[in-house]
């Protein structure tokens, strides 16, 4: 993007040149999420513009800065994007060649900064990416299929609010907003760490169906727009609900995200982690009676997305059930149109 009006387009730039605390990619996969199209229209904040967007993907170390230790020329690494100042009072965050600013969520001068600086997103052939953002995973360039394994920074996201919630298992999990990317790769992660039961919270029904046919742990609920109703349906569908994980999106009411609330055990957990921007209305006393815990969830540290690389190589999480539609560089209005067509488990994947 040349200007932030300017729209997606292909263009032809000189190769990223390597700089202290980076490391230079061939980019191998990257995922386009549903929402891209909103983003690149402005509709999910701003970046610095001209940007190669894409923060999150799948590279090939080709050379290192000399104070880089962390990868090597030839590791295959996942790519996230999270630069954070390592300021350990007042952490600063930000999401590079994309929106997203951690802690409270408004920008600062460190944050723009960062964004300043490290511009080179993934979707292109080649970026220079800070070291802080890449995890070597050893044996990935034996894995046939990387367009799949764009998919693990999803992952890494979901499984970090998994972890958050504490889910053992034998756990019963409701993942609110399941038919979105995030909340099926939370489906993903949670029957990956033994839950007992899965129930998948959404509107979009053929999702649903694909989510239900993972696995018979997995109960479909789909929204009905009745909170009361479907806070009802969600507790009545696989036994008391240990844990809560709200993934959905910019939704239009607070609504679907409390009937998530309202069917909670006593003693339960309920983790946010989506893109809802609506003020929820808990109420104190039922909250406090009931013994709840609420936290809230953004993207995920480097020791998760790496486990969870291991669980893949271990084949305890099964990226073949991803339902992944490959893109070029060659038609970015053709990505994006097909990525704000996918649901669930269908996920589109630009391979420069």
Do not use: K, N
């Not at 190769?15 to 999420?33: K, S």
């Amino acid at each position: 993007m040349t200007t932030p009006e300017g729209g997606l387009h292909l263009a032809e730039l000189p190769d990223p040149l390597l700089r202290g605390g980076g490391a230079t990619l061939d980019v191998l996969a990257a995922q386009v999420p549903a929402y891209t199209g909103v983003l690149v229209a402005g509709g999910r904040g701003g970046f610095p513009t001209p940007i190669v967007l894409g923060a999150c993907g799948i590279g090939r170390v080709t050379a290192t800065a000399d104070d880089v230790f962390g990868v090597r020329p030839g590791d295959v690494v996942v790519a996230g994007g999270v630069f954070r100042s390592g300021r350990v009072s007042r952490p600063e965050e930000a999401l590079l060649a994309w929106t997203g600013i951690g802690g409270d969520g408004r920008a600062t001068p460190t944050t723009e900064r960062m964004r300043d600086v490290w511009r080179d997103g993934l979707y292109a052939e080649r970026a220079v990416w800070p070291e802080r953002t890449l995890v070597a995973l050893p044996g990935a360039d034996a894995y046939p299929a990387p367009e799949r394994l764009a998919f693990l920074p999803w992952l890494g996201i979901a499984a970090e609010a998994i972890d958050r919630a504490g889910v053992r298992a034998g756990h019963v999990v409701a993942v609110v907003g399941a038919t979105g990317q995030l909340g099926a790769a939370a489906v993903l992660i949670a029957l990956a760490r033994g839950s007992a039961a899965v129930v998948a919270v959404g509107r979009h029904r053929g999702s649903l169906d694909a989510l239900a046919g993972l696995d018979p742990r997995v109960v479909p609920v789909p929204l009905s727009g009745d909170r009361a109703a479907d806070g009802r349906a969600i507790a009545a569908a696989a036994g008391p609900v240990d844990v809560v994980i709200d993934t959905l999106g910019a939704v239009p009411s607070p609504d679907p995200t409390m009937a998530g609330y309202d069917a909670l055990r006593p003693d339960g957990s309920w983790v946010l982690v989506g893109g809802v921007r609506q003020d929820l209305p808990i109420p104190y006393g039922d909250f406090m009676h009931r013994r709840l815990t609420l936290r809230g969830s953004w993207m995920y540290r480097d020791t998760t997305v790496f486990e969870l690389w291991s669980m893949v190589r271990g084949g305890v999480l099964d990226l073949s059930v991803l339902d992944v539609t490959v893109v070029g560089l060659d038609d970015p209005a053709a990505a994006l149109t097909a990525a704000s067509q996918s649901h669930g488990l269908g996920i589109v994947v630009l391979v420069p």
